[in-house]
Each structure stands twice: as structure tokens, then as C-alpha cells.
């Protein structure tokens, strides 16, 4: 019984939540229009007059966002109105005497002369498009009067008079501010036309506000505008929202990228194959955590190349939405291993000393902290779109998505490092002050120096990828990299080489070392064997 009880307080929740979150919203953002300002016609019921119109309190709602080009702008606190819903609406995407250009996506005026046969073609297609009706007959003389005694902008291209098909089959024109409620502006950025086959579609506007062709309803989110067709005649035509696509170019500067990842693989791979081998570091704090740094380089970069490479068109859905989560992991958790390294050297040089299982430890709980991070920026949304797996399986170059959520967490831990390297160097100071004639740096202070020069070359590395993007996204390029990211990638790799394994003395002592027993088996198998003869 109590489980029965529990189950309908939970549904009558629900329920009440559901209506107060439309009730929030009376109607659809497209179907509303600002009247902050309007005058209020009864304060008893807090309605509004808008256009002549008495908007009812129920139809206004308290809006602190608007909706641009889909997505959830936040905004001043304003009122709105379903005024579509007590008067039928239409959209113009400019104003008088202007027409939306969809390649420079901006408001161009239409011609003011208009050729005579353009004027006679308008208006032969108007009467032949349906049959009038008789009490309409006197506003479409007085417009095709207007036309025979101007040469300016056909009068079927005013926004003043619209022609509108009635339910009964009939057409009639009707003044627009008057039948409609009139919004100016595009709703979107990108607006496109809708054609079949490469044909201009013959969309019928009704009486309602609805456009329709053959029983396919148009959206909502249109506007109108003047379009002139191939046969340089006017018409109007309604412009529909278009979902601006990232493009998938797979350039020289794309190839190119890839293969300096691939390059930077190659570097790791080789570094972690010496730390394998090299007896000293095998087992220390120290070698354990390069070795991990390498290991998850290699995996992110390989997944980054694998992204570069391929069309999110032809991925699954699932690959494209968690490769991504992976090479994020990746990525953040080997900076987080250059903070354990950085921490490592501070204690070591105040005498305490962290074993190979002191570092698992401290890493795994850091392991389930990047894979939380991955996998949570792998479900959430920025800007009302999921930040994986639209229409680029990476980061969004269009907007600062990688910025909070990649180059983020990376800052964090380079400030950590830094810190920590900061106390490492007081430290030092301190020691050569109390030992003065100490001429020979240690293997911990040289093993100290390289891993700071190949820290260097990672951040450094790191900020002209974080800048590249930057500049592009200011110069409207929808990319993250460029040729610069390419170079220092690769250089990121030698610089691994360089200063883990050419400036590291013990690994130096350990190649030695095998080139010199390599050497002395080369010597054994020159001697020539001793063979014992014996007389015939």
C-alpha cells in the first residue's frame, strides 16, 4: 500500500512540475514578440495591448534568453507574447525594398527600375495563379494602376499587400499589417532556398500564417524576401533556417598534421621502449610515471591523427561521440603526470622518497578523476549542442568549447607544476649554499634539468596550439590548427627525445653500456677459435 501512495505522489510531482514548466512558456519562442514597453490595458488581469491587439496575462511570460540561430542566448529580463497565437504571423527578412542575399547573408536593395516585361509578368502570374475574389477586385486595380504609372519597384513586391489562398481554393490580396501580425529579420544566420529538383518551389501562403506546397507544411522559422529568378522576374519566395555544417576538409595542411602526430608517436614509443630496458628507472617514481606519460601520448595523439583522418559522416555515432572522450582522458591525464613528476622532484630534494607503489596510489584516484572529466564533457552541452559527435567529432572550432573544457584543465595543472618547480628551486639554492664545493651535479639535479627542458617544450608547444586556435577562431577559420601547430607537435616529439633520453645521464650510461657490451660480443666472435691439431 505505501509503495502504491508513493508511486502516485511521484506521478502527481511530475505532473505538476510538467505544468509549470509550460505553463512558464505559454508557446514556442518563434511564435513571440517583445512588447517590454507595451501599455497595460487592465491592471486587474495584467493584460497588455500590442498592435491594437489585448494580449491576455496567460499569453505572457518573463523571458531572461532569446533564440539565435537555435540556440539559448542568455538576455535581459523582457517580456514576450504569443501574439502568433491571437493573430496570424508573417516574416520578412528585411525591410521595404530590400532583399536577403543567402550568400552574404545580409539585406541588399532590390533594384528601384524594373523592366516593363517584368511588371507584366508579375502581374499576368498573379491573375493566373487563382481565381480573385470579387471583394478584393477594387485593391488589385488600384495596384495594377500603380504599375502602369511607375517604373519603380513592382507593387506584388510590397510588403504592404500580400496575396494569400483561402481555404476554399480562392486567392485574394490583403493588406499585411492588417491580416498579420508583421516581423522583420531573419531568425537565423544561414537561411537558404528550399528547391526540388533544382526548381523553384511554389509555396502558397494561407490565411492563417501557414505555407504549404502539395500538403508540406514549411517551418516556422522562415522569412520572406523579394528572389529574382533566372528570368530576371520578382517573386516571393520564403527563406528557410539552414544548419550552418562544418565542413570535412582533408587538405595538405590536414595530411600534414597527421603525420607530425604521427611523428610525435613515434618519439614516446621510443622513449618508453628505453625506460622499459634501462635497469635504473625501471622501478622508480620517476621511471613509472615518464613511462605512463609516454604511453598516454601515444594513445591521444594516435586518436587525434584517427580523427583528423576521417569524415564524422562516415563514423558511427558512438565511435564519434566517445573516441573524442578517450583522447580527452588521455591528453589532460599525462599533463596531470608531468604534476606528479613535478611534485616527485619537491620531496626528493627535501629527502623524502616515493616508491614505483606510491605513485599508483597517488595515480589512480587522478585516473578516475580524468576519466570522470572525459566522459562528463562527452555528455554535456555548450551552447545547447553536444560538445561531441555533431557535426565535428573533436571540439567545436566555432566556439570556446575546448577552451573550458580541454585547454582548462591543462592550465590548472602547468600552475601546479609551476608551483612546484618554484619550490624545487629554493630548494636547490639553499643545498649549493650549504655545500659550496660541490662541483658535480648529482643524477637527481640532472635528471631535475632534462625533465624541466622537456616541460618547457610541452607548454611551449601547447600554447601555440591554445593561440593557433585563438587567432582562427578571430579570423573566422573553422579550424584548430594550422601550420605552426603542425611544427611544434613534431618538435614536441624531438624535443622528448632530446632532453628524457639525450640529456638524461643515467639513461646515457645505460646506452653506453649496451653499445659497449654489443662491442665486446663483436670482439669475441672476430677471434679466431683454437682448434686442436693432431698428427696425420
Same mark, same amino acid.
Given at each position: 500500500?505505501?509503495?502504491?501512495?508513493?508511486?502516485?505522489?511521484?506521478?502527481?510531482?511530475?505532473?505538476?512540475?510538467?505544468?509549470?514548466?509550460?505553463?512558464?512558456?505559454?508557446?514556442?519562442?518563434?511564435?513571440?514578440?517583445?512588447?517590454?514597453?507595451?501599455?497595460?490595458?487592465?491592471?486587474?488581469?495584467?493584460?497588455?495591448?500590442?498592435?491594437?491587439?489585448?494580449?491576455?496575462?496567460?499569453?505572457?511570460?518573463?523571458?531572461?534568453?532569446?533564440?539565435?540561430?537555435?540556440?539559448?542566448?542568455?538576455?535581459?529580463?523582457?517580456?514576450?507574447?504569443?501574439?502568433?497565437?491571437?493573430?496570424?504571423?508573417?516574416?520578412?527578412?528585411?525591410?521595404?525594398?530590400?532583399?536577403?542575399?543567402?550568400?552574404?547573408?545580409?539585406?541588399?536593395?532590390?533594384?528601384?527600375?524594373?523592366?516593363?516585361?517584368?511588371?507584366?509578368?508579375?502581374?499576368?502570374?498573379? $491573375?493566373?495563379?487563382?481565381?480573385?475574389?470579387?471583394?478584393?477586385?477594387?485593391?488589385? @486595380? $488600384?495596384?495594377?494602376?500603380?504599375?502602369? =504609372?511607375?517604373?519603380?519597384?513592382? #507593387?506584388?513586391?510590397?510588403?504592404? /499587400?500580400?496575396?494569400?489562398?483561402?481555404?476554399?481554393?480562392?486567392?485574394?490580396?490583403?493588406?499585411?499589417?492588417?491580416?498579420?501580425?508583421?516581423?522583420?529579420?531573419?531568425?537565423?544566420?544561414?537561411?537558404?532556398?528550399?528547391?526540388?529538383?533544382?526548381?523553384?518551389?511554389?509555396? @502558397?501562403?494561407?490565411?492563417?500564417? =501557414?505555407?504549404?506546397?502539395? @500538403?508540406?507544411?514549411?517551418?516556422?522559422?522562415?522569412?520572406?524576401?523579394?528572389?529574382?529568378?533566372?528570368?530576371?522576374?520578382?517573386?516571393?519566395? #520564403?527563406?528557410?533556417?539552414?544548419?550552418?555544417?562544418?565542413?570535412?576538409?582533408?587538405?595538405?595542411?590536414?595530411?600534414?598534421?597527421?603525420?607530425?602526430?604521427?611523428?610525435?608517436?613515434?618519439?614516446?614509443?621510443?622513449?618508453?621502449?628505453?625506460?622499459?630496458?634501462?635497469?635504473?628507472?625501471?622501478?622508480?617514481?620517476?621511471?613509472?610515471?615518464?613511462?605512463?606519460?609516454?604511453?598516454?601520448?601515444?594513445?591521444?595523439?594516435?586518436?587525434?591523427?584517427?580523427?583528423?583522418?576521417?569524415?564524422?559522416? @562516415?563514423?558511427?555515432?558512438?565511435?564519434?561521440?566517445?573516441?573524442?572522450? /578517450?583522447?580527452?582522458?588521455?591528453?589532460?591525464?599525462?599533463?596531470?603526470?608531468?604534476?606528479?613528476?613535478?611534485?616527485?622532484?619537491?620531496?626528493?630534494?627535501?629527502?623524502?622518497?616515493?616508491?614505483?607503489?606510491?605513485?599508483?596510489?597517488?595515480?589512480?584516484?587522478?585516473?578516475?578523476?580524468?576519466?570522470?572529466? $572525459?566522459?562528463?564533457?562527452?555528455?554535456?552541452?555548450?551552447?545547447?549542442?553536444?560538445?561531441?559527435?555533431?557535426?565535428?567529432?573533436?571540439?567545436?572550432?566555432?566556439?570556446?568549447?575546448?577552451?573550458?573544457?580541454?585547454?582548462?584543465?591543462?592550465?590548472?595543472?602547468?600552475?601546479?607544476?609551476?608551483?612546484?618547480?618554484?619550490?624545487?628551486?629554493?630548494?636547490?639554492?639553499?643545498?649549493?649554499?650549504?655545500?659550496?664545493?660541490?662541483?658535480?651535479?648529482?643524477?637527481?639535479?640532472?635528471?631535475?634539468? =632534462?625533465?624541466?627542458?622537456?616541460?618547457?617544450?610541452?607548454?611551449?608547444?601547447?600554447?601555440?596550439?591554445?593561440?593557433?586556435?585563438?587567432?582562427?577562431?578571430?579570423?573566422?577559420?573553422?579550424?584548430?590548427?594550422?601550420?605552426?601547430?603542425?611544427? /611544434?607537435?613534431?618538435?614536441?616529439?624531438?624535443?622528448?627525445?632530446?632532453?628524457?633520453?639525450?640529456?638524461?645521464?643515467?639513461?646515457?650510461?645505460?646506452?653506453?653500456?649496451?653499445?659497449?657490451?654489443?662491442?665486446?660480443?663483436?670482439?669475441?666472435?672476430?677471434?679466431?677459435?683454437?682448434?686442436?691439431?693432431?698428427? /696425420?
Amino acid at each position: 500500500m505505501l509503495k502504491i501512495l508513493l508511486a502516485i505522489a511521484l506521478c502527481c510531482a511530475t505532473y505538476t512540475h510538467a505544468h509549470q514548466v509550460e505553463s512558464k512558456y505559454p508557446c514556442a519562442f518563434i511564435d513571440t514578440a517583445n512588447i517590454t514597453g507595451s501599455f497595460s490595458h487592465d491592471t486587474t488581469n495584467m493584460s497588455y495591448i500590442y498592435e491594437w491587439m489585448i494580449i491576455p496575462r496567460e499569453l505572457v511570460a518573463a523571458y531572461d534568453f532569446i533564440i539565435q540561430d537555435g540556440v539559448r542566448v542568455p538576455a535581459e529580463r523582457h517580456l514576450r507574447a504569443c501574439v502568433c497565437k491571437l493573430k496570424p504571423c508573417i516574416r520578412f527578412c528585411c525591410t521595404q525594398g530590400q532583399y536577403y542575399d543567402v550568400k552574404n547573408k545580409t539585406c541588399i536593395a532590390v533594384p528601384d527600375v524594373v523592366e516593363p516585361n517584368m511588371q507584366q509578368h508579375i502581374a499576368i502570374s498573379a $491573375s493566373n495563379n487563382s481565381q480573385i475574389s470579387s471583394n478584393s477586385s477594387n485593391s488589385s @486595380n $488600384s495596384i495594377n494602376s500603380s504599375n502602369n =504609372s511607375s517604373d519603380k519597384i513592382a #507593387p506584388l513586391m510590397d510588403q504592404s /499587400f500580400m496575396l494569400i489562398k483561402q481555404w476554399n481554393g480562392t486567392s485574394r490580396i490583403v493588406n499585411t499589417s492588417t491580416h498579420f501580425s508583421v516581423h522583420i529579420g531573419s531568425p537565423c544566420e544561414n537561411m537558404r532556398l528550399l528547391k526540388k529538383n533544382n526548381q523553384i518551389v511554389q509555396w @502558397n501562403l494561407y490565411e492563417n500564417g =501557414s505555407i504549404s506546397h502539395k @500538403n508540406h507544411l514549411f517551418s516556422k522559422h522562415y522569412c520572406y524576401t523579394p528572389y529574382e529568378k533566372p528570368n530576371s522576374v520578382w517573386e516571393w519566395q #520564403p527563406l528557410a533556417c539552414a544548419p550552418e555544417k562544418l565542413p570535412f576538409v582533408l587538405g595538405v595542411k590536414e595530411w600534414t598534421y597527421a603525420i607530425c602526430l604521427i611523428i610525435a608517436v613515434i618519439c614516446m614509443s621510443i622513449i618508453l621502449f628505453v625506460h622499459l630496458l634501462c635497469t635504473e628507472l625501471r622501478n622508480t617514481f620517476y621511471g613509472v610515471a615518464i613511462k605512463c606519460y609516454a604511453l598516454c601520448i601515444i594513445i591521444g595523439y594516435s586518436l587525434l591523427a584517427h580523427l583528423i583522418l576521417n569524415d564524422p559522416a @562516415n563514423m558511427l555515432k558512438f565511435s564519434c561521440s566517445n573516441i573524442p572522450c /578517450f583522447a580527452l582522458c588521455f591528453l589532460v591525464l599525462s599533463f596531470f603526470i608531468l604534476t606528479f613528476i613535478s611534485f616527485n622532484f619537491y620531496l626528493n630534494f627535501h629527502g623524502v622518497i616515493l616508491t614505483k607503489l606510491m605513485f599508483w596510489l597517488t595515480f589512480c584516484p587522478i585516473v578516475l578523476l580524468c576519466v570522470g572529466w $572525459s566522459f562528463y564533457v562527452g555528455f554535456d552541452y555548450y551552447q545547447n549542442k553536444p560538445i561531441f559527435g555533431g557535426d565535428s567529432c573533436w571540439f567545436d572550432p566555432r566556439n570556446w568549447s575546448i577552451m573550458v573544457y580541454f585547454y582548462g584543465p591543462i592550465f590548472l595543472s602547468c600552475v601546479l607544476s609551476g608551483f612546484f618547480y618554484l619550490l624545487t628551486l629554493m630548494r636547490i639554492s639553499e643545498r649549493q649554499e650549504a655545500d659550496v664545493n660541490k662541483l658535480i651535479a648529482t643524477i637527481e639535479e640532472n635528471r631535475f634539468k =632534462s625533465f624541466w627542458k622537456f616541460f618547457g617544450y610541452t607548454v611551449v608547444t601547447w600554447l601555440v596550439c591554445m593561440f593557433s586556435f585563438v587567432i582562427n577562431y578571430y579570423r573566422g577559420e573553422k579550424t584548430h590548427i594550422n601550420y605552426a601547430v603542425c611544427l /611544434f607537435v613534431a618538435l614536441h616529439g624531438f624535443g622528448a627525445l632530446y632532453t628524457l633520453i639525450g640529456k638524461n645521464q643515467q639513461i646515457q650510461k645505460f646506452l653506453r653500456r649496451i653499445d659497449e657490451d654489443v662491442d665486446d660480443d663483436d670482439d669475441e666472435d672476430l677471434q679466431p677459435s683454437s682448434v686442436r691439431m693432431t698428427s /696425420f
